[in-house]
């Protein structure tokens, strides 16, 4: 049938048709396992099942109770994991969080610390009265130390700096005074850990504190020494050698003395006579020099030369003859005469010394160079000695300055561990564990009740879980899930609902067979079973009269051979001994016509059933529709050829059925190849869905009841 009200399908006349997807309908939905949950349905159903498991449960749960019933106690301390190190001193680069994930880390690494195993032995050897009271019989240390490990609860505390230690017990003896001592233990191993080998550590720096205050102690005593012997009171890297001035002024009057001495060998070598030139010519020149240099000798040759410009101005105007002239000239030659006299003289006394006056220049010359050589040999040793230790004073007063800030580091280190060793740290109590007064559980009256809890629930989700898991089908979404189509109509148990009730739904599927005629032109309905006592022959029967009550010219054909007990009807006609017409049995216009079955052979099969399809067609040519009633079509092979040969087949099962009759009788219709294929659900209790509840709540009352949440595939709203 072409419409998905119908539920069928359908192809052109003559050409093979199939149901799709037959062989392997769809997996269950969640909707309709949903809709098949109905707990006081299930229970009442179930009512012993669930009577049994709920005193199975009780019977069991009440010696539990009265064995195991102890009450179970709890107790916790809060631990504080800083984010900063509580610092008593100057800060220390190696004790800070440098970001949230290395805080995060260090918290876990606290929260796997807590219980290690020699925290716990510990914290049970100071808790004698724990360690008794908690210890189970024939327990070892270890072992009870191992299971105190497993019991703790250790965790950080959300958006907090708080690490919980909390611990279960059946007593109370001792519990908060273990923990107490558990996290106290922790906390010194915890800040010895921070702090690592800090004993060690302190002996170390005072050790090399010690050393360095007896080299400081040396140094300075060396030093003093030094300054005793410079005579000085302070070394400074400013301060000027006394003797770099003294040999500078040494150095300098060398160098003069040098140049002197040069000079005056240069005179007497010059004097004593060179290898070439006139020494006597230069002698007299050093003389005549000298001479000149003379001041009695300067002021005569000053008068002398006076006289000699006033007669040659007296002479200048004169004649060559003239007596003045004459005379002025012989007086002129007269005083250059004298002068010649008076500088020979000079000159030969000059010559005489001159050479000898060189020579004691000379020695006087080298033998100041000697001296001064020596004078800066002893200045330059002096200066040499001072510039070294006084160095050797600067250098020693530099190590003295590194070994103080070194003992002064030390000092700081040690009096920082000294001090940091007492301080809170990263962690550190928080909240102490006290001792509870309330168990959390257990008991015997809680555990008596939980298994009778449990019983309760047992009683009502098993009985559920059994019916969700029914492989039987009950409701109209239970058949179109088993067969993959949507159902053609459900009918519901006449025994539960009302007749107005059950007639209304059988007149809604001939209403929808009496469309598809119309629109498809579907003449030849074949019904049959997917199991037996499927109720076909009634649906068929009841479906005729509402067709005959709608207008339509219906023929009911009882093809069921093993139903047969009386002569003529279909058996006569198929062997031809007859003929439609006069076979047809007519009930009145309340009642459609009818085509029985007639006697048959014993053989459960129709005789000549391949003239079958010819009486079907003559009959559909007379009447508007032709309802075919055949056994089920798992138990007859007459079914098989009558359904592939009618316009359409409709396959009804009985609510209560397996799952799988429905999808085995669907099997074989399809290797029958069928042209249209519907499904009709026959006998639908009312507690089956919350479906029919609603629909048959609508038909009596006009509204629809309110489901249950619980029952509601909320899910999709």
Known sequence: MASSETGSTRKPEGQPTGRQHVAEPPASSIPGLLERV??????????????????????????????????????????FVSPRFLKNLQDDKELEMQSNSQYREYVQQNVRTINRFDIVDQALQASPAFKTSFRRPNE??????????????????????????????????????????????????AKGEEFYASDERLASLAKEGTQLAADIAGKQEQRTQLAQELGVSTFTENYIN???????????????????????????????????????????????????????????????NARRAELLTRSSGLAERHPGRIAAQQEIAEIDNEKRKVLDGLVSSYSRNLVDQRRAEARRARQVEEALSSEVDTQQSQAAFFTRKYQEGISMGLQIDRARKR??????????????GRAPGFVRMFSEARTPELPIRGGKRKIALLFVIAGLLLAIVIPVGLDVLDPRVFSPTDAARVSGLPLLAWLPDRKQFSEAFWSEQVLRLAHRIDQDRTANGTRIWCFTGAHGKAGTTTVVRALGKALTDLGVSVLTVEADPRTATQSGGLTVLLQGHSTLTNEIEREGDAAPDRLSAGQGDGSGHLPDIHRLLDVLREAANVYGTVLVDVPAVASSVDSEYVSSRADAVVLIARAGSNGAQLTRALKLLERNRPRAVATVLNATPRECSATVEREYAEFRDGTAPTEPGWRTPWLWR
């Open 38 to 79: 109905n707990p006081l349905h299930s229970v009442l159903r179930h009512r012993y099942l669930a009577l049994g498991l709920l005193f199975v449960v009780t019977a069991i749960g009440l010696p539990v109770a009265w064995l195991r019933g102890k009450p179970v106690y709890y107790t916790e301390a809060v631990v």
């Open 140 to 189: 070892s240390d270890r072992r009870l130390a191992e299971r105190i490990q497993a019991s703790l609860e250790i965790k950080p505390v959300t958006d907090t700096y708080q690490i919980t230690v909390g611990l279960e017990a059946d007593t109370t003896e001792g519990l908060a005074e273990f923990l107490n001592k558990l996290v106290t233990i922790y906390l010194g191993k």
């Open 407 to 420: 003992f002064d580091s030390i000092d700081d280190r040690s009096r920082f561990l000294t001090q940091e």
């Open 242 to 304: 006394p003797y770099d001035r003294l040999l500078v002024s040494a150095k300098e009057a060398l160098a003069d003395s040098r140049r002197k001495r040069i000079e005056a060998d240069a005179a007497v070598t010059m004097l004593e006579g060179p290898k070439t030139g006139n020494p006597k010519a230069w002698v007299e020149a050093f003389a005549l020099d000298a001479a000149s240099k003379d001041a009695a000798v300067t002021t005569a040759l000053a008068a002398l």
